[in-house]
């Protein structure tokens, strides 16, 4: 089977627009594997040859954007950060295909990272593809609920779902990094005012979807709370954050070094003190990062695996300053 | 009276139960047939079959004490071999037996009862009471709970409400409930803390109000302590004097001591109210000569403080927990509210005040003031604030769970999931993994408490992976999403972190019944 947009007629096309459901970017690369598994769910299919055209005709019908390679992350980034800005974007399923999937630690990670629903390679079998568009499709179905909604609600988590995939926690709270943890829980409170599930419990009743996903935003901001409002976590946030890993608080995406060392200090004003120090590093700023190492000895002056950072950031300093003068 | 269907509020306590509505915007506290706004949270079952429940029970007390059911909720989802469980079996006259594995029952002429049913039985009370008040049939409650309660106690709750034929819409807290009772519509500003002594449980919770959000900030509570002990304390100290009175122990009489058990009550009471009591109580037992044996007993409020000193004592331990995980002092705190009926003791507000250093607040009547708060959330629950268009003007609590939620590790760890006095709903996260090959099942299990092993916390249940891809060892990852919802209750998600697909789970609950007997309850409730 074949549906590539030349070989259709331009009536037929326009047919399929009107109860246009899924939009598919082909370059001819989709294996039929994934025509079998789209024809199952009866969708109006609108293919198209240049993803311009083909972000363009999403509207507030569409549930499911495909998007087949060879594109590399910032393509398929750019693309997924477009169509979630749209009005009605997080209820979009997004399906990317592209062989790089294959690796399947890389795939989640996309998907993450994306906010795709589905990355899967062109080999998927099409058993696989129907069971991952079948979850995903439910996972977004919310589109159809906007509806019987009032649109305000809806709009208002529609937009934070959104900012809360490309923003960072400051970002989505509306604050300033200086802001102070009394701040913090001010605009924390004024979100939660609006976003709390106890809020939608009314138009959500009967909705596991629409529930689950009220609860998945509320949870998130819970978390953005709970980091920026304690000392640590939030020092842990800022190096999550420079090194580019995540917009999100993962201690796990910090290089192995920075997690050693954080796992080293025996005392909390140690481990602050020693966060400082990475940050400032992370800035090149070795002279406030030595600073920090000897306030982080100075509480914990018997630990030695710190003393020995602490000497090699010394070292680093000390060079650092000599190429200055040379130069 | 408004179109919308009403939620009432159901205090359901260990001692006392109260129910209460909102209507057009006002709490209205609903009475019996006698106009008495508390009803004893007693069932007794009578030898013609039939069962009388709230403040007609009392009197069954003293005539058949080993068919009369109270303080249901000192055993409500907690595992039989548990030291609570056993002390309250010592303390209570009704028959409590194990069942298949470690849930409860009452026995009761042969018949057995999970606890559940029994607290049901007080809750469809409540709701008749309601009906009858409002004129119309209510479906819909919000129930409260000790803020120290977990995930089981907070499920067999809910299920109690369920068997009393109510739609649960939320379990709260009782300081929670307290607090929006006290500040809700007032345009408070205020970090108060509520000090909650009831009859079974003591709970201290610290809340910031702002407005019409209340956030808990910590939250702390010995479901253990409360109003009986107090009651225990006199109960002793009578049959002490009986037996030196008479030379004659009373510990094999459960009737003399059940009598007795009213008679400290009332004596409690009246020493809020006066400095001295006297207590005379005729034929308590028989001789070994067939005569009539009664008790003399003198009492004035300051020895019995004494005698009681320690009890009110522990409840500061717990107030400096709270404190402690608040990381503030009593000086930070604006005011302090009293909640419970064992509030009213005059030794426990002078305490109080002394503790924190300024007057209690108790304008709010202590019996009632948990269950309004609770109808103030059910208001605002039945709400649809964004078809009103007003969200800012409900009523929005951000309240924390308890205890420690964790998983055993390395045998006899707690490893934490998600840490005590988080804000709900929050969720803890952990990939588990097969450790053989082709295996197709993971078992969890759960821990929920204060210890750091896994021997001081109380296990919840098992949560079982089942129908895992088959694949080689280690190969089969699945992220597991523990939740603790808005009811303080835990739900579990997983996911393949390969494939991206659901998993499926099933949680096997410790203390729990198991499907057959719930059925059972229900199609007896039905009846």
Redesign the interface.
């Known amino acids: 089977m074949n549906l590539k947009g030349q070989n259709l007629g331009q009536m037929q096309l326009n047919r399929m627009k009107a109860s246009a459901r899924c939009i598919i970017f082909d370059n001819g690369n989709i294996p039929s594997s994934t025509y079998s598994a789209l024809g199952e769910l009866n969708f109006g299919l609108v293919p198209s040859d240049r993803l311009d055209t083909c972000l363009e005709q999403i509207d507030q019908t569409t549930r499911l954007v495909v998007l087949a390679g060879p594109f590399d992350a910032q393509v398929y980034g750019d693309a997924c950060r477009r169509i979630r800005c749209m009005k009605f974007g997080w209820s979009i399923s997004i399906y990317l295909i592209s062989k790089e999937f294959e690796d399947?630690t890389l795939s989640?990670r996309r998907?993450t990272q994306l906010d795709a629903d589905?990355c899967l390679p062109p080999s998927a079998p099409s058993a696989?593809i129907s069971?991952?568009l079948a979850?995903s499709l439910e996972r977004r179905r919310l589109l159809s609920h906007h509806e019987d909604i009032?649109t305000?609600?809806a709009l208002t988590l529609d937009r934070l779902w959104d900012r809360m995939q490309r923003q960072d926690y400051y970002d989505i709270l509306e604050c300033s990094r200086s802001s102070d943890a009394a701040g913090i829980?001010q605009r924390f409170?004024a979100i939660?005012?609006?976003a709390?599930?106890?809020?939608?419990?009314?138009?959500a009743e009967n909705n596991p979807a629409l529930k689950r996903r009220i609860?998945e935003i509320?949870?998130r901001l819970?978390e953005i709370?709970?980091v920026l409002t304690h000392p640590i976590k939030r020092a842990t946030y800022h190096l999550c954050l420079k090194s580019g890993g995540s917009l999100r608080y993962e201690p796990s995406c910090l290089a192995t070094h920075i997690r050693q060392e954080i796992d080293e200090c025996e005392t909390q004003q140690g481990l602050n003190a020693v966060l400082q120090s990475i940050d400032a590093r992370m800035d090149g700023d070795w002279g406030r990062a030595c600073a920090a190492m000897e306030e982080a000895l100075a509480i914990e002056p018997n630990n030695g695996w710190l003393q020995m950072r602490a000497d090699a950031v010394q070292t680093v300093h000390r060079l650092n300053t000599q190429c200055g003068e040379w130069s | 009276m408004s179109g919308t269907e009403p939620v009432i509020g159901i205090d359901l306590g260990t001692t006392n139960s109260c129910v209460t509505v909102v209507v057009d915007g006002a709490v209205h506290v609903i009475p019996d047939e006698s106009g008495q706004t508390l009803q004893a949270s007693i069932v007794a079952f009578l030898a013609d079959g039939s069962v009388v429940v709230g403040n007609q029970g009392r009197a069954e007390i003293m005539v058949d004490p080993v068919n009369t059911v109270y303080s249901t909720k000192r055993l409500i989802g907690r595992a039989f071999d548990s030291g609570q469980v056993q002390d309250a079996i010592r303390a209570l006259p009704y028959a409590v037996v194990r069942g298949s594995e470690q849930q409860p029952f009452i026995e009761i002429r042969g018949e057995t009862y999970a606890i559940p049913e029994v607290s049901g039985m007080v809750l469809r009370r409540m709701k008749d009471l309601a009906e009858h008040y409002l004129g119309r049939s209510v479906q819909r409650a919000v129930i409260t709970v000790p803020a120290n309660f977990n995930d089981t106690q907070r499920q067999m709750t809910a299920l109690a409400g369920e068997l009393a034929g109510l739609k649960v819409l939320r379990v709260i807290n009782e300081p929670t409930a307290a607090a929006l009772a006290y500040g809700y519509g007032h345009d408070v500003n205020a970090r108060i803390a509520i000090y909650d002594f009831g009859g079974g449980t003591f709970d201290v919770t610290i809340l910031d109000v702002?407005g019409h959000?209340f956030?808990v900030i910590s939250t702390a509570g010995d479901s253990y302590l409360g109003g009986d002990d107090i009651d225990e304390r006199l109960i002793r100290s009578m049959m002490l004097a009986f037996e030196q009175q008479h030379g004659h122990s009373l510990n094999n009489n459960p009737q003399a001591v059940a009598r007795l058990k009213h008679v400290a009550e009332k004596t409690k009471i009246e020493l809020t109210q006066t400095d001295r009591a006297v207590v005379s109580v005729q034929d308590l037992a028989s001789g070994a000569d067939g005569t009539s044996l009664g008790l003399k007993f003198q009492l004035d409020r300051d020895s019995f403080g004494q005698r009681c000193q320690d009890i009110v004592q522990r409840t500061f331990l717990v107030c400096d927990e709270a404190l402690r995980n608040a990381r503030l002092t009593a000086d930070d705190l604006d005011h302090v509210i009293l909640v419970g009926g064992s509030t009213r003791m005059p030794l426990v507000r002078d305490m109080v005040g002394q503790y924190f250093g300024s007057k209690p607040l108790h304008d709010v009547n202590p019996d009632e003031v948990v269950a309004v708060g609770a109808a103030i959330q059910g208001a605002?629950?039945?709400?649809?604030?964004?078809?009103e268009?007003r969200?800012?003007e409900?009523a929005?609590?951000?309240d924390v769970t308890p205890q420690s939620l964790g998983i055993a590790s390395g045998g006899e760890y707690f490893e934490l999931l998600i840490e005590k006095n988080?804000?709900v709903?929050?969720?803890g996260r952990r990939v588990f993994t097969t450790s053989t090959d082709g295996q197709t099942e993971v078992r969890i299990k759960v821990y929920q408490g204060h210890s750091e092993v896994i021997a001081g916390n109380v296990l919840l249940g098992e949560v079982e992976l089942f129908g895992l891809r088959s694949a080689p060892r280690g190969h089969v990852q699945i992220d597991v999403a523990f939740?603790i919802?808005?009811n303080g209750m835990m739900l579990v998600r997983a996911t393949d972190?390969?494939?991206?697909?659901?998993q499926a789970t099933r949680i096997l609950v410790s203390a729990g019944y198991t499907r057959e007997e719930i059925a059972h309850m229900k199609a007896r409730a039905a009846q």
């Open positions: 399947r989640a998907r589905i696989v069971e991952h979850q009032p305000g609600p829980r409170q939660a005012h609006i709390h599930p106890d809020r939608h419990r009314k138009w609860s509320y949870l819970s709370h709970k | 702002r959000i956030e605002a629950l039945a709400e649809d604030h964004f078809v268009n969200p800012q409900a929005l609590l951000l988080t804000q709903p929050c969720e939740e919802d808005t972190r390969e494939t991206g697909l659901e």
